[in-house]
């Protein structure tokens, strides 16, 4: 893309985690365990429940560490289809550009190097099935 931030610098910046500084302050009580049974509830039990899992019970620290680690701001709790209490944390813009831009910030200061434009065609492995490194294509042009 000749942009960075794909879906994630779009989307509502709704962030989903149980036992968040707005819900203590809305007095919403929620738990790893409810938004564990929500989530699987809601898809039918269809998801995987190791996956599921990790997602409850680490929502909470990853929203936490967007606030310590790139000053993300989260100003209002709103409801998201499908859980059944209001944990939807969102940022301050209503968008996940508040994450996305200043994880940017944050990846510039650790000097990583963007290539916009740049395709990943396939990684590249060694004898022993090891990653050695990738196969991109650059320079694509949008075709009209
Ligand atoms: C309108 C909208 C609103 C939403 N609202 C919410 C919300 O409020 N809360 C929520 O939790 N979720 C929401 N979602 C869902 C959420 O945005 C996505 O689940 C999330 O952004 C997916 O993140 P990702 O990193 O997997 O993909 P992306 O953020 O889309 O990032 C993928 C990136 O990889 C690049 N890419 C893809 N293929 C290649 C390749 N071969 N080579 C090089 N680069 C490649 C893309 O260009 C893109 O930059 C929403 C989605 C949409 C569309």
Redesign the pocket.
Known sequence: ?PV?????I???????APGTKLQREAGVQDSPELMLNDMLRKCSYLNHPELAKMVAYNAKDALEWTESYIGARYTKLNYQGGHSVKRANGTISAS?SELVNKLLVKAKELGVKLQLR???VRFMSNKEGRIVGIEVRKGLQIPR
């Open positions: 893309m960075h931030g794909g879906n994630s779009i989307n509502g910046g709704d962030f989903c996940g740049t395709k990943l």
